[in-house]
């Protein structure tokens, strides 16, 4: 099973780009790379998935290396409201259903 | 609003009562899933229904128990629980099953075992 591995917390500044980390160095062939997102009292809300090389969409961009052991969430000049656990997950096609969840990312923005 | 709701928001409960958690989805999905969220711990799956037919059980204690009547609601109910079974029980619910599908998160219900 792919293990993840995100770093606990960052801290960035309004304006800036932000990217986090994440470390799934078993991944298998036909997994996927999804990103969640979180704020306190809601459940994940997904923000972009991809499966290899880069993946942009109009709040985010996925920056996956060749050998995809890894994974790369780039959030473009963040605000306050970015602040945020972020998730990493690693998951197959359907069918299988070995989920793979990130222990998130504790992202803080100042003003 | 993700089109998914869970009730109650919060329960406390003693570690000999019954009750159940009820979670609902207006999306027309397939799949609906239930997680335990524990501080500072990965998301942990817990059981997968596809087509109203349950497809993962992750080695949950028996004193949980799921249960899907149709594809759009679920239920966990709960018996004899233990004061680590305190947590955020997400439900979330997908087009398909699977680490390729989308998935939509209701808001939680906080469980405390006391």
């Known amino acids: 099973l792919a293990k993840t591995t995100q770093p606990i917390s960052m801290d960035s500044y309004e304006g800036q780009e932000v990217n986090i980390t994440c470390s799934h160095n078993n991944i298998a062939t036909n997994d996927y790379i999804t990103w969640y997102q979180q704020f306190p009292s809601q459940g994940p809300r997904f923000i972009i998935q991809g499966y290899k090389t880069k993946v942009t969409n109009e709040v985010a961009s996925l920056f996956i290396p060749a050998d995809r052991k890894s994974s790369t969430l780039s959030l473009p000049r963040v605000s306050l409201s970015d602040t945020a656990v972020y998730y990493c997950l690693v998951g197959m096609t359907v069918g299988n259903y070995q989920l793979i969840w990130g222990a998130g990312t504790k992202l803080i923005i100042k003003p | 609003e993700t089109g998914v709701t869970q009730t109650p928001r919060h329960l406390v409960m003693g570690m000999t009562n019954k009750k159940s958690l009820k979670c609902e989805q207006h999306l027309g999905h397939n799949a609906m899933y239930w997680y335990k969220q524990s501080a500072k711990k990965p998301l942990e799956l817990m059981f997968v229904?596809?087509?109203?037919?349950?497809?993962e059980n992750n080695s949950v204690p028996s004193r949980f128990s799921p249960e899907c009547p149709n594809s759009s609601h679920l239920f966990l109910h709960l018996h004899t629980l233990q004061p680590e079974d305190s947590a955020l029980y997400l439900c979330?619910?997908?087009?398909?099953?699977?680490?390729?599908?989308?998935?939509?998160f209701g808001p939680g219900t906080r469980l405390t075992v006391l």
């Open positions: 979330a619910s997908s087009q398909l099953a699977g680490g390729r599908a989308e998935q939509f």
């Open positions: 229904y596809s087509l109203e037919e349950r497809v």
